[in-house]
């Protein structure tokens, strides 16, 4: 396949980002995910062989550098300077996506493990309580399932099973309702108030944990475009 031509920078960086799944990529190690299989549970839908394919792609155009792991075992993939200055471009395209394709946006659709999957991503260490923390997720519905997130120093973890440790709080809700608090729809004690999460245990605990959480990167923006879509017309 010819390439786009070297004549227009918006072409020059489109042979770089502009193929499927890469603006995913960039956005997860701009989350601070670096191994591969974190990359993959991040971007659901692609398959191993095709992030291989990506990342390499990336890697040949400057964007990302493969470390070897501190474990010994396996890589890392890390942005470069030229990669960690794609943060505005991937910024501005969320941004852009809540504005003008906010009724089209489906927040809903998403199952509870990779909701669970973006939260624990999305936290705050210097908030953390001083002890390990385990928070339990009952979701309700539309598929009832229970998850874990144990916070313990300054890391959070997802458990699927049983973390073997007793749960010190817990937040009951629909899939729904912890999306529209991660997303921006809803404040987490707009949603606590009008009954939609329920939280039992410590009320030190219970009061702390959205300060636990910085959410989605856009919740701010998506609060905003909610909260005009719903303006009374003058």
């Given amino acids: 396949m010819p390439d786009y031509g070297s004549y227009c920078p918006v072409a020059m960086a489109s042979e770089v980002i502009a193929d499927r799944w890469n603006p995913l990529i960039i956005r997860e190690l701009v989350l601070g995910n670096t191994r591969f299989n974190d990359i993959a549970r991040g971007m659901p839908g692609i398959s191993r062989s095709l992030l291989v394919q990506r990342l390499r792609h990336l890697e040949r ?29 991937v910024d501005s395209l969320g941004r852009w996506a809540v504005e003008w394709l906010f009724d089209d946006l489906r927040p809903h659709d998403v199952p509870p493990t990779m909701l669970m999957w973006w ?6 260490p210097s908030r953390f309580p001083p002890r390990r923390t385990v928070i339990e997720f009952r979701h309700t519905a539309p598929d ?50 009008a009954g939609r999460i329920e939280v039992a245990g410590a009320p030190r605990l219970a009061s702390g944990l959205p300060t636990w959480f910085r959410w989605s990167p856009w919740a701010g923006v998506t609060r905003e475009r909610a909260d005009r879509s719903v303006a009374p017309t003058p």
């Avoid at 155009?61 to 471009?89: F, I, K, Q």
């Avoid at 939260?119 to 705050?124: A, E, G, T, Y």
């Avoid at 729904?176 to 108030?193: L, P």
């Fill in 144 to 193: 009832p399932q229970t998850i874990w997130i144990v916070l313990d120093h300054g890391e959070a973890s997802v458990c699927l099973q049983h973390p073997g440790f007793e749960s010190d709080v817990v937040a009951t809700a629909t899939t729904a309702a912890f999306a529209d608090v991660f997303q921006g729809y809803q404040r987490w004690a707009e949603a606590v108030d």
């Fill in 119 to 124: 939260m624990h991503r999305r936290v705050d």
């Fill in 61 to 89: 155009t400057g964007v990302l550098e493969t470390w070897p792991s501190p474990t010994g075992r396996g890589n890392e993939y890390h942005l470069t300077p030229a990669g960690r200055d794609l943060e505005r471009v």
